[in-house]
């Protein structure tokens, strides 16, 4: 009874089985076939993609034959002309065939006109130049003379049909010129010089002359300062120092020192005024010097104040003057100290290449032993003859000195007349060395014969500005 009751179960489910399976088979197939066509396309894919890559690195190498026949198909319409320049289209043409920029300030401004017609004018900066009948192409070269920067020429063109003017730019560039190193506001001077005296020891014409020589050197430094643009501080120093050959003369030698400040204004109420203070100090060799000794002893310094003007007439003549306050002081004895007056007045002017040259001096003491108070008066004049690198001159000076005192030991006022003559010559070997050879004659004439005296002397000099 159970068999018959499980027996059509079974036939059923069979029945069902074989549905399932159909169904299942017809699932698989239809899988198969899509992956089958999606693995076909994607190698198709790749293969395509491979081709394009390729054919981006390796451009195709056309066939002339084939690329000429496609350019004959093209579409003429799609063809464009090119731009024609409208100068080109200019009835007349103006072209320029000198340089723009130029080195020299004078040439020719070369150029050349053509025209469609004959050319009837030509007009540089509204000069006319030569035209042939009939032709319409010419060449011209004309002369300048140009400024530095830009310069600009017109050029005027006219013909049967058209004319025009177009301007023509040249620049000249001068070389460039090196601006010289400002120089230094320092003046210097250096003065060595050999001087032969046949009386070295001025001694009067009753006494024993004695023949030396002696060098000398001098040195003078001035810093000035500009406080605008005529006026200016100087700051000075001058040094002088002499040094006997003959060295049992040695007490005959002197150091001279001067230090100084100056104030200077070149246009104060039409003239050029100075004025300045300073100090001098002369030191002389003992009489222990002669025997060894080298130093030098210091024997008188004294302070001056000082004003002077300068005035000049044209190119060639000044006229100048001084007034000077100077204060001493005698190291060694009290009745020279006092105070010493000084008032200059000179001048120079040129005349016919000749120079000429005159002064006046006056100075007069007030010392504290009034039987040492004196007043000199002096006048000098010169001439100096420059030829080529030469200076030739002449200088004459004389001074008279008059004691305003009896002289307890002479029992008389002493006075003193002194000549001094001078024959000059220099040669200037640069602007800043020149050679100097000076002779002088000196003749002291006084009613005290000690202090008469005569000496020639034979100085030389090289003298080296900076």
């Excluded at 300048?144 to 049909?161: A, K, S």
């Excluded at 100090?279 to 001056?304: C, H, M, R, Y």
């Excluded at 000749?354 to 108070?373: C, D, H, M, P, Y």
Aim: glycine share 6%; proline share 5%.
């Amino acid at each position: 009874m159970v068999l018959k009751f499980l027996a059509p179960e079974p036939s059923r489910n069979i029945l069902s089985c074989l549905n399932l399976q159909k169904i299942l088979k017809r699932f698989l197939f239809l899988k198969w076939f899509l992956c089958l066509v999606l693995l076909q396309t994607v190698s198709v894919w790749a293969q395509i993609k491979d081709e394009e890559d390729s054919s981006s690195n390796n451009p195709v190498q056309e066939n002339p034959a084939i690329s000429e026949s496609l350019e004959g198909l093209q579409d003429l319409s799609t063809l464009q002309q090119e731009d024609v320049d409208p100068e080109k289209l200019k009835e007349i043409q103006i072209i320029r065939l000198s340089p723009g920029i130029v080195k020299k300030p004078e040439g020719q401004l070369r150029f050349q006109v053509s025209a469609f017609s004959p050319i009837l004018a030509v007009k540089v900066n509204g000069y006319a130049q030569m035209i042939r009948p009939g032709l319409d192409f010419m060449e011209y070269e004309v002369p300048y003379q140009l400024l530095p920067g830009d310069n600009t020429f017109e050029i005027f063109v006219q013909t049967r049909d058209a004319e025009i003017r177009q301007p023509i730019l040249l620049t000249y560039n001068p070389p460039q010129i090196i601006q010289p190193r400002e120089p230094l506001p320092v003046d210097l001077v250096l003065i060595l010089g050999q001087v032969q005296s046949d009386n070295m020891l001025l001694v009067p014409e009753s006494s024993t002359k004695r023949s030396a020589s002696k060098n000398e050197l001098l040195l003078s430094l001035n810093y000035h300062f500009p406080l605008g643009k005529i006026q200016k501080l100087f700051f000075k120093g001058l040094l002088k120092i002499d040094r006997q050959q003959d060295r049992s003369l040695a007490s005959q030698e002197i150091l001279f020192r001067q230090f100084g400040l100056d104030y200077q204004d070149r246009d104060l109420w039409g003239v050029s005024f100075i004025t300045g203070l300073g100090q001098n100090v002369i030191n002389s060799k003992s009489d222990s010097a002669s025997s060894g000794s080298e130093g030098f002893v210091k024997t008188s310094e004294s302070l001056f104040l000082f004003g002077s003007t300068e005035n000049k007439f044209g190119k060639s003549t000044s006229l100048h003057t001084k007034l000077q306050l100077e204060m001493q002081n005698k190291v060694t004895t009290d009745s020279e100290d006092g105070t010493l007056n000084h008032f200059y007045l000179d001048g120079k002017t040129t005349l016919f290449g000749i120079r000429f040259n005159g002064g006046l001096q006056n100075s007069s003491s007030a010392f504290k032993e009034t039987v040492k108070n004196y007043q000199t008066s002096v006048f000098k004049m010169g001439i100096q003859y420059p030829w080529e690198s030469w200076i030739f001159g002449f200088q004459f000076r004389t001074s008279d000195q008059k004691y305003k005192e009896l002289d307890p030991a002479s029992q008389i006022i002493p006075q003193h007349k002194q000549d001094l003559i001078s024959l000059q010559s220099k040669y200037s070997f640069t602007k800043t060395m020149i050679g100097d050879l000076t002779l002088n004659q000196t003749k002291k004439a006084s009613n005290d014969a000690s202090k008469a005296y005569q000496e020639s002397q034979l100085a030389l000099q090289l003298i080296m500005v900076y």
